[in-house]
């Protein structure tokens, strides 16, 4: 007999929800066929198993949470022991493995492998929707939110139930998978670090106006290139907001790298993808990385990769609007920036004349345990200084 576990595949990840599963109790399975799709609070990922033979036993019901260490489906192999032929393949095969882009080749596998996004299942789970009856017009067969929608009022005109499940969907919103592993990860962070933020504003004018001219010349780099390499350059001359705090040890680690986090807002909650060797990238490749990051964390197509070993995380919220806020921090990092809503306002410049300039204002949170308030006033002064003085950030990547 062999157990199939649920293995941390995360930076403090302690538990997960089960989406989906892609047996049944009696069915025959083969050495890493995926057998369970989890929901952590990073991305989905598949448990495959970790030999052939029968599914005996599954312990839980979709939609629960359990914990790292859980064993999930027993699978009856033909051995006496309970023992794996190998800890190595053990670990090997029971890890978690994250979901790839789908190719656009049919499936060739015996199981039935449905494809289609945490959200995506939420809604069909509030619908009260099999979400196996519904053929997916997305890529791959990929299953939509509209292809649950045209679903359930299809069965609206032969059923009632669905909009007594509706009228029950409109009163709560399930707390359980990613939602609730991103409250947990807040939670822990507002409990453990003492934050502190600083507001500040930074004038845009003429950094705008040297994206303008490298658009014209068909280099369309985005503020927000420039924001990622200022911010490693300004980690750079203050690297205590490039640390973590060892307090087992005593220590406080800096980085020797610029690993930044970019907050990301997605169907599914708020995702962290990483942009890795900032410090080694040109704005040109920060803007192509980027892009292609943000992306597969809407799309749900986050490895645990892409995910990992962040120093700093930045979050523009400008364009969804707002003149300021309180950013929690990615726990164990030290510090996080935000940047709002970018105005054209009057200023009265050196000369005292009036001028109209484009001013955004940010905010900048910080483990007050590991810095004081007068650094991160420097930091965030000298990275406001390059943004506000391109040819002066310019320089600094020659």
């Given at each position: 007999m062999a157990e199939v576990k649920f293995y941390d595949i995360g930076e403090g990840m302690n538990e997960g929800e089960i989406l989906n599963y892609f047996v049944e109790v009696g069915e025959?399975?083969?050495?890493?066929?995926?057998?369970?799709?989890?929901?952590t609070d990073k991305m989905v990922a598949e448990i495959p198993s970790p030999t052939a033979g029968i599914i005996k036993a599954i312990h839980f019901d979709v939609g629960e949470t359990i914990t790292v260490g859980t064993t999930i489906i027993e699978i009856d192999n033909g051995q006496k022991n309970t023992i794996p032929e190998s800890a190595e393949r053990t670990e090997k095969s029971a890890a978690v493995i994250a979901l790839q882009t789908e190719q656009n080749t049919p499936q060739t596998n015996s199981y039935k492998r449905i494809l289609a996004a945490p959200y995506t299942r939420k809604i069909a789970r509030d619908y009260g929707v099999d979400i196996e009856n519904i053929q997916g017009t997305g890529p791959a067969g990929r299953i939509t939110e509209e292809d649950i929608h045209q679903?359930?009022?299809?069965?609206?005109?032969?059923?009632?139930?669905?909009?007594?499940?509706?009228?029950?969907?409109?009163?709560?919103?399930?707390?359980?998978?990613?939602?609730?592993?991103?409250?947990?990860k807040?939670?822990?962070?507002?409990?453990?670090?003492?934050?502190?933020?600083?507001?500040?504003?930074?004038?845009?004018?003429?950094?705008?106006?040297?994206?303008?001219?490298?658009?014209?010349?068909?280099?369309?780099?985005?503020?927000?290139?420039?924001?990622?390499?200022?911010?490693?350059?300004?980690?750079k001359a203050y690297p205590i907001f490039n640390a973590q705090l060892d307090e087992e040890?005593?220590?406080?680690?800096?980085?020797?790298?610029?690993?930044?986090?970019?907050?990301?807002?997605?169907?599914?909650?708020?995702?962290?993808?990483?942009?890795?060797?900032?410090?080694?990238?040109?704005?040109?490749?920060?803007?192509?990385?980027?892009?292609?990051?943000?992306?597969?964390?809407?799309?749900?197509?986050?490895s645990m990769t892409d995910?990992?070993?962040?120093?700093?995380?930045?979050?523009?919220?400008?364009?969804?609007?707002?003149?300021?806020?309180?950013?929690?921090?990615?726990?164990?990092?030290t510090g996080i920036m935000s940047f709002h809503k970018t105005k054209k306002m009057p200023v009265v410049m050196e000369d005292e004349e009036i001028a109209i300039r484009s001013i955004?204002?940010?905010?900048?949170?910080?483990?007050?345990?590991?810095?004081?308030?007068?650094?991160?006033?420097?930091?965030?002064?000298?990275?406001?200084?390059l943004i506000e003085n391109p040819s002066k950030l310019l320089l600094e990547l020659v």
């Open positions: 025959k399975v083969a050495v890493d066929q995926p057998l369970i799709e989890m929901q679903f359930a009022d299809h069965s609206t005109a032969t059923n009632d139930t669905p909009n007594r499940i509706m009228d029950q969907a409109e009163d709560t919103i399930p707390f359980k998978g990613i939602r609730k592993q991103i409250a947990n807040m939670n822990h962070s507002l409990k453990t670090i003492p934050h502190v933020t600083h507001f500040d504003e930074a004038d845009l004018t003429e950094l705008l106006k040297l994206r303008k001219q490298l658009k014209k010349t068909g280099e369309n780099i985005s503020v927000v290139a420039f924001f990622i390499k200022a911010a490693a350059i300004s980690l040890n005593e220590v406080i680690r800096l980085a020797q790298d610029y690993h930044i986090g970019l907050a990301t807002d997605t169907e599914s909650g708020l995702m962290v993808p990483v942009l890795h060797h900032v410090s080694q990238k040109t704005l040109r490749e920060i803007q192509t990385e980027m892009k292609a990051l943000t992306k597969k964390a809407q799309e749900g197509k986050l995910v990992k070993n962040g120093t700093f995380t930045m979050s523009n919220v400008g364009p969804l609007g707002g003149t300021g806020a309180t950013p929690i921090i990615n726990h164990p990092e955004m204002n940010l905010s900048f949170s910080f483990d007050h345990r590991v810095a004081d308030g007068a650094t991160a006033v420097a930091f965030t002064n000298y990275f406001i200084e």
